[in-house]
């Protein structure tokens, strides 16, 4: 069965599914600067969330006391797997040399949550 991936249309019934296995939230390390525009983008995608969280490196996501993490970054995913954290792996070409036992690899959303569900 193969999964699309998140549009316009289903992004916010996927966070809501997410929601149903526990607390989501959107934690970035983007510049303070473009908070506002990440802010405005997912209230008018109607991204569902708990919190809005900014570190100001990547990598120190994995300090944070959470039990997933779904992230694109290869240097985050290292640091989430030292710190013995659940890893899925979004899929990017700049990602594709991280490989590990411990990391789920996803291409959708929708993976994440079938991943969640077992």
Do not use: C
Not at 79 to 95: A, D, E, G, H, I
Request: glycine letters at 2%; a negative charge; hydrophobic letters at 35%.
């Amino acid at each position: 069965m193969g999964s699309i991936p998140p549009t316009e249309d289903n992004l916010s019934i996927l966070t809501q599914n997410l929601s149903d296995f526990g607390q989501v939230d959107i934690v970035t390390a983007r510049e303070l600067s473009t908070d506002s525009f990440v802010k405005n983008w997912l209230k008018l995608h109607d991204v569902t969330y708990q919190n809005y969280v900014s570190v100001i490196d990547g990598p120190m996501k994995a300090d944070l006391d959470y039990d997933v993490f779904i992230d694109d970054s290869p240097l985050n995913a290292i640091k989430f797997l030292k710190r013995k954290k659940n890893v899925f792996l979004y899929s990017q070409p700049w990602n594709q040399h991280i490989s590990d036992q411990n990391i789920q690899r996803i291409s959708t959303l929708t993976e994440a949550i079938e991943k969640l569900k077992l």
